[in-house]
T-cell receptor
């Protein structure tokens, strides 16, 4: 069976500090990978998605970047955090090939920027 | 631009009641619709996936319907239990998965 991991679970960072959140998927190959953010009072917003190693698509311009150094690893980064980067970050995966494939979500990382 | 709306935003019911959560979307050109459950501070659990060619899906006490032409979906929960208390999210898949803001359900014993 497939599992998706995210770490850390919780993070408190000062404004201007760097960020690195990691997501890994087990039990599948060549998954589509996604980063979402859930901010207070707002719905989930897609930030980045990847269909393969080194292939990243950005959905919204922002202070964040994503990388996929390995097939089942997806990393969300920032060089300098802003207060507005606070939120709940969720990684998700789906099987590649079909646009109608179901997405499965990880446990999330709660980021607080002070 | 696809927009997803969920009504009501919050719902409180006594245990045992049957209930319906509503989801509407503005663009009917979708591949599928997913219903998720989110417990406080947790990730999303996929409950049901309805492909665009389907009308409904059932899993246990849950039944989800899809009327693509009218841009509507409902999630029916039968015989609600306190353990059903959570936020329920609807999401439609076009070029991306677009989420509603959710309905927060509270079932009292």
């Amino acid at each position: 069976s497939q599992t998706i991991h995210q770490w850390p679970a919780t993070l408190v960072q000062p404004v201007g500090s760097p960020l690195s959140l990691e997501c890994t998927v087990e039990g599948t190959s060549n998954p589509n990978l996604y980063w979402y953010r859930q901010a207070a009072g707002r719905g989930l917003q897609l930030l980045f998605y990847s269909v393969g190693i080194g292939q990243i698509s950005s959905e919204v311009p922002q202070n964040l970047s994503a990388s996929r150094p390995q097939d089942r690893q997806f990393i969300l980064s920032s060089k300098k955090l802003l207060l507005s980067d606070s939120g709940f970050y969720l990684c998700a995966w789906s099987r590649s090939g079909l646009a109608d494939n179901e997405q499965f979500f990880g446990p999330g990382t709660r980021l607080t920027v002070l | 631009k696809q927009e997803v709306t969920q009504i009501p935003a919050a719902l409180s019911v006594p245990e045992g009641e049957n209930l319906v959560l509503n989801c509407s979307f503005t663009d009917s050109a979708i591949y599928n619709l997913q219903w998720f459950r989110q417990d406080p501070g947790k990730g999303l659990t996929s409950l049901l996936l309805i492909q665009s060619s389907q009308r409904e899906q059932t899993s246990g006490r849950l039944n989800a319907s899809l009327d693509k032409s009218s841009g509507r979906s409902t999630l029916y929960i039968a015989a609600s239990q306190p353990g059903d208390s959570a936020t329920y999210l609807c999401a439609v898949k076009g070029t991306a998965l677009i989420f509603g803001k959710g309905t927060t359900l509270s079932v009292s014993s």
